[in-house]
């Protein structure tokens, strides 16, 4: 089984996902709508804001045959699957490929075992960034900037051969735990 990027209507992906799970089940289709949480300061108030990491994309992971290229393109809401070119559909002249396994291994680390990137607590130390816990652990290397006022972190990722760069959500310890 391989994951793919189902393109969608922007602030849709939930609505897709919920129609992915009517129309298949887990063993045949697995889909995730990976988020983050990151802190957003409205009126001098901090609040956790949920949202998504790549937005208009639902990332699925299924054995790709014909049938369920055909039974993912008929889903409301849902643009095309996510193409570099690999594969053909000769019934509708369109590509479609998977994602990349570098490419899907460290946003799967990042979500862990749900879709939601939570906080991680990181610690500076002569301006090099250690992660003590969260789901940046192990993932240092990603880690481009740290934002100490806004507590996010900015990571690269690399999404369908596109380096993106992402705000997540960190929570700044004075000193190791």
């Known amino acids: 089984m391989k994951w793919y990027a189902i393109f969608v209507e922007s602030g849709k992906e ?3 996902q919920k129609y992915l799970k009517l129309y298949f089940n887990e063993q045949s289709l697995k889909s995730v709508v990976p988020k983050r949480l ?7 108030i901090v609040n956790s804001v949920m949202k998504n990491i790549f937005p208009g994309y639902v990332l699925i992971k299924t054995e790709m045959t014909n ?12 643009l095309r699957l996510v193409n ?27 979500m862990g075992n749900g879709e939601v990137v939570d906080y991680s607590k990181v ?15 192990g993932l240092e290397g990603l880690i481009k900037k740290v934002d100490k006022h806004k507590n996010r972190a900015k990571i690269f990722l690399t999404f369908m051969g596109v380096e ?5 959500g960190i929570e700044i310890l004075s000193k190791p735990l």
């Open 14 to 16: 939930e609505v897709v």
């Open 38 to 44: 990151v802190p957003e300061k409205k009126s001098g």
């Open 67 to 78: 049938e369920m290229f055909h039974k993912i393109k008929k889903i409301p809401r849902s």
């Open 84 to 110: 570099n070119g690999s594969y053909y559909s000769q019934d509708e002249g369109t590509y479609y490929s998977s994602i990349d396994e570098r490419e899907i291994t460290p946003i799967l680390q990042l």
């Open 123 to 137: 610690y500076l130390e002569n301006s090099k960034v250690i992660v003590e816990s969260g789901p940046l652990k």
């Open 164 to 168: 993106k760069t992402i705000d997540v």
